[in-house]
Each structure stands twice: as structure tokens, then as C-alpha cells.
């Protein structure tokens, strides 16, 4: 049973371009969320998602990331217009099911963005 | 808001000694606690968990035990190896956050042979 797969694992950007991270979860998981390691720094929630559907993005910033998690194919995350405080770790972690109070995330190993 | 706070690192310590980190957290309700492991380059993992006081999760010789009174989750092993060398996450998670995880900053281990 493969792990949540992201790719890609390193992405180098120069300030203004568009940055696309890719996350596959676990199979059979409908639930995804994103996290930012900064540098030195713990992760951040940023978004959660369910197919189809932006549960909570409190922890995203208001302007210039956006995510999905379409029916089919992977859940991504777009940075428009990257600045050089977009660097860090974007990890997705993918989880079974949402009702019950052990909520186990399984982490994908990472996209590593660093901008120009 | 909700918190997590951790010792700072970095923790450096022989092979076979104690090892204690530190974890507190804020929060209002229930949550469940985690312990998350980072090898260099990698993604997290899970070490373990406790859903509700006085649980205790244990997993490869770590061990933690929820203290609501204190509202601690600290973590122990006996005797660290040097393949233990990562940094060690502590988390909370609550069902209105829709479980998404609250980390704390991390700890960095080194084992020294």
C-alpha cells in the first residue's frame, strides 16, 4: 500500500513565477491537509480539504495560495506570484476518516520550494 | 488559542542514556496528543499517541503519558540509540479543528556513539 506521495520533492521558483505542489494520499483517503515548515520553524496548518471540498483554511494565507482536492486525481496546492518568504516545506498528510476523536495522518516526505 | 510548547533543542546525549523531552500544551475541550518523529530529508511520522488522560502511547521503547492536571505529554526513552538522531514533534488535535494538528516547534536530537 503506497505512502501519500508529493511531488515534486524540490522546486526552485524566481520571484513571480507560479509554484504547483501535487499531493496523492494514502488509498482510500479522503481527507487531505497541508502543512509549511518554515525554515527553523514547527509546521503550520495551512488547509483541509475533502474531495471536492475546502473544509478549513484558516491557516492559509488570504492571498495568492489556493488549493484543491478535485474527485479525481491529486489535491494541489498554487502559490501565485512566489516571494522569497514562500520558501520552506509544504507537507501533505492524508487521513481515513474524520469522526473519531484518533485521527491518524499519514505524511507524505515533502516539496521543498525555494525561491529565487 | 490552542498551543504546544516544547524544550528547545538541540538535545545532545550519549548512546544508552535517558532521554526526556519536554511538552505542554494549551487548549480548551479534549484533545489528542502526538508525538511526531522527522529523520533528516523525510517526511513525519507518527511514534504515538494518547486520545485522552492517562492514556499511555508507547512505541520502540519511547513512552508518553497524558497529564491532564499538568496538561504535559512528555516524552521518555530509557536508553536512546544513535539511529534516534531527529528532530521529535509534539501535537495536539481537536474534533471543531476539523483534527488538524498543532505542532509544537520541534526538538532536535543528536546521539552520540
Known amino acids: 500500500n503506497a505512502g501519500v506521495m508529493q511531488n515534486p520533492r524540490h522546486l526552485v521558483r524566481r520571484r513571480g513565477q507560479e509554484a504547483r505542489l501535487r499531493c496523492s494520499p494514502m488509498?482510500?483517503?479522503?481527507?487531505v491537509y497541508w502543512y509549511r515548515q518554515l525554515p527553523e520553524e514547527g509546521l503550520k496548518f495551512m488547509v483541509y480539504?475533502?474531495?471536492?471540498?475546502?473544509?478549513?483554511e484558516s491557516g492559509m494565507p488570504k492571498e495568492r495560495f489556493s488549493a484543491e482536492f478535485p474527485k479525481e486525481g491529486p489535491s494541489i496546492l498554487r502559490i501565485q506570484q512566489v516571494v522569497r518568504g514562500d520558501s520552506a516545506a509544504y507537507f501533505c498528510?492524508?487521513?481515513?476518516?474524520?469522526?473519531?476523536?484518533?485521527?491518524?495522518?499519514?505524511f507524505g516526505p515533502g516539496t521543498r520550494l525555494t525561491v529565487l | 488559542g490552542d498551543s504546544v510548547t516544547q524544550m528547545e533543542g538541540p538535545v545532545t546525549l550519549s548512546e544508552e542514556a535517558f532521554l526526556t523531552i519536554n511538552c505542554t500544551y494549551t487548549?480548551?475541550?479534549?484533545?489528542?496528543l502526538f508525538w511526531y518523529v522527522q529523520y533528516p530529508g523525510e517526511g513525519l511520522q507518527l511514534l504515538l499517541k494518547?486520545?485522552?488522560?492517562?492514556d499511555k502511547g508507547s512505541n520502540k521503547g519511547f513512552e508518553a503519558t497524558y497529564r491532564k492536571e499538568t496538561t504535559s505529554f512528555h516524552l521518555e526513552k530509557g536508553s536512546v540509540q544513535v539511529s534516534d538522531s531527529a528532530v521529535y514533534f509534539c501535537?495536539?488535535?481537536?474534533?471543531?479543528?476539523?483534527?488538524?494538528?498543532?505542532f509544537g516547534k520541534g526538538t532536535s536530537l543528536l546521539v552520540t556513539p
Open positions: 480539504l475533502q474531495k471536492e471540498n475546502i473544509i478549513d
Open positions: 501535537a495536539l488535535s481537536k474534533r471543531d479543528s476539523g483534527y488538524a494538528l498543532n
Open positions: 488509498k482510500g483517503h479522503s481527507h
Open positions: 498528510a492524508s487521513s481515513l476518516q474524520r469522526e473519531s476523536s484518533y485521527n491518524e495522518q499519514f
Open positions: 494518547a486520545t485522552k488522560a492517562d
Open positions: 487548549a480548551t475541550g479534549y484533545p489528542s
